[in-house]
């Protein structure tokens, strides 16, 4: 029961990380053989495992854990990472990583998995839990960039509306490695319309502001009720937090 309790430790871990503490390969496949076959652990997928409790029946590592272990760089992001830091509307049963390997989508005990192959740098929080997240930060400007990963614009806009606090440099970080001068407008147009909330700076509207399109855009599409902010070079809503208050716009993209 050694093995058990050092595996207790890990919550979730691979077919290799078992390699790497019996030391031999033959000896991690009859511990996973017998595990197994004794309850002590269920396959989560092909080569990847979690522990069972022995008191409650129950996998010990929670979605955000086994989300982490998927590959060596998997990430907890998008609406799962809002999920994380407790800033969600909703809660879903889709959990969102992603990697820089291609990797196939799987369910486990009554969750969806969703790989996204990422090509970016992220600012990426490693926890003391053995979860990996993207930051609060990177979650946002994320989310802002593709919402229907965050569960479409109502509920980005409301998780942004659950944030007390964000850090400038880490935001301006997160877009820069977008790289993607129409981000900025958008970023620019929406954290504005919670500033009271957050109270970031001017000049920090002035860097996304240098850094925009020159080219007028939509923040999704087209609708009739759009005006032209004129600041950003975007046609929105007028008030866009009044969104949250009607509750009957749901965007599958921005």
């Known amino acids: 029961m050694n093995l058990y309790k050092d595996l207790v430790t890990l919550k979730c871990f691979s077919y290799n990380d078992l390699i790497d503490i019996t030391k031999k390969e ?147 970080l997160s877009l820069k490695n977008h790289s993607k001068s129409q981000l900025y407008q958008k970023a620019g147009y929406i954290l504005e319309a919670f500033n009271d909330e957050l109270l970031l700076s001017d000049s920090f509207f002035e860097e996304c502001k240098k850094n925009s399109s020159k080219s007028k855009t939509y923040l999704y599409d087209k609708k009739d009720n759009f005006i032209l902010h004129k600041k950003w070079k975007l046609y929105a809503p007028k008030y866009i937090k009044e969104l949250i208050a009607k509750g009957d716009i749901y965007c599958e993209a921005i």
């Open 26 to 172: 033959s000896s991690a496949q009859w511990y996973i053989k017998s595990y197994l076959k004794k309850g002590y652990i269920e396959r989560v997928r092909r080569d990847l495992y979690t522990v069972i409790s022995m008191e409650t029946d129950q996998p010990i590592a929670n979605r955000f854990q086994i989300a982490s272990v998927v590959s060596d760089d998997a990430c907890v992001s998008y609406h799962s990472a809002f999920e994380y830091y407790g800033f969600a509307n909703q809660v879903f049963n889709d959990v969102y990583f992603i990697s820089n390997k291609k990797i196939r989508g799987f369910e486990y005990d009554g969750l969806k998995y969703h790989p996204i192959l990422n090509d970016e740098d992220k600012d990426i929080v490693e926890t003391q839990y053995n979860v990996r997240v993207t930051s609060l930060e990177q979650t946002v400007i994320d989310g802002i960039e593709d919402p229907s990963k965050v569960g479409g614009l109502e509920e980005l806009l409301r998780c942004i509306s659950l944030i007390p606090h964000l850090e400038e440099n880490k935001l301006l």
